[in-house]
Nanobody, 117 residues
Framework: QGQLVESGGDLVQPGGSLRLSCTASGIKFIMYSMAWYRQAPGKQRELVARIGSNERTNYDDSVLGRFTISRNDAQNRVYLQMDDLKPEDTAVYYC???????????WGQGTQVTVAS
C-alpha cells in the first residue's frame, strides 16, 4: 500500500521561505504525477503546483514566480520551495500522487504552514 509523508511546515514571517518535502513509499514513484495542494480554514482544497512524470510543471497563478515544485525520482521525493511567503499562503499543505493509467491516487496527511508576523 502506498504512503506519502509530508514534512517542513512551520511558522514563518511574511517574506520568508520554507521548503516542504514529501516522501513516497510503496509506489512506483517515477510513474506518478505529483502535486501539492493546500486547504485554508473554511476554504476548499486547491491545487498549488503539479509536476508530471516528465517533470513538466504547472502552478496556480497565486504562487507563480514564488513557489517551485521539483522531484527526485531516485529518492522518491517531491519538494515545494516557497519564497516570498504571504499571510494568504497560510494553510495545511497536502502532497498528492496520481498514476492516471491505473487510476491510483494517494494523499499525505498534511503539514501546516503559517505565515504571520
Amino acid at each position: 500500500q502506498g504512503q506519502l509523508v509530508e514534512s517542513g511546515g512551520d511558522l514563518v514571517q511574511p517574506g520568508g521561505s520554507l521548503r516542504l518535502s514529501c516522501t513516497a513509499s510503496g509506489i512506483k514513484f517515477i510513474m506518478y504525477s505529483m502535486a501539492w495542494y493546500r486547504q485554508a480554514p473554511g476554504k476548499q482544497r486547491e491545487l498549488v503546483a503539479r509536476i508530471g512524470s516528465n517533470e513538466r510543471t504547472n502552478y496556480d497563478d497565486s504562487v507563480l514566480g514564488r513557489f517551485t515544485i521539483s522531484r527526485n525520482d531516485a529518492q522518491n521525493r517531491v519538494y515545494l520551495q516557497m519564497d516570498d511567503l504571504k499571510p494568504e499562503d497560510t494553510a495545511v499543505y497536502y502532497c498528492n500522487g496520481v498514476w492516471r493509467a491505473l487510476n491510483e491516487s494517494y494523499w499525505g496527511q498534511g503539514t501546516q504552514v503559517t505565515v504571520a508576523s
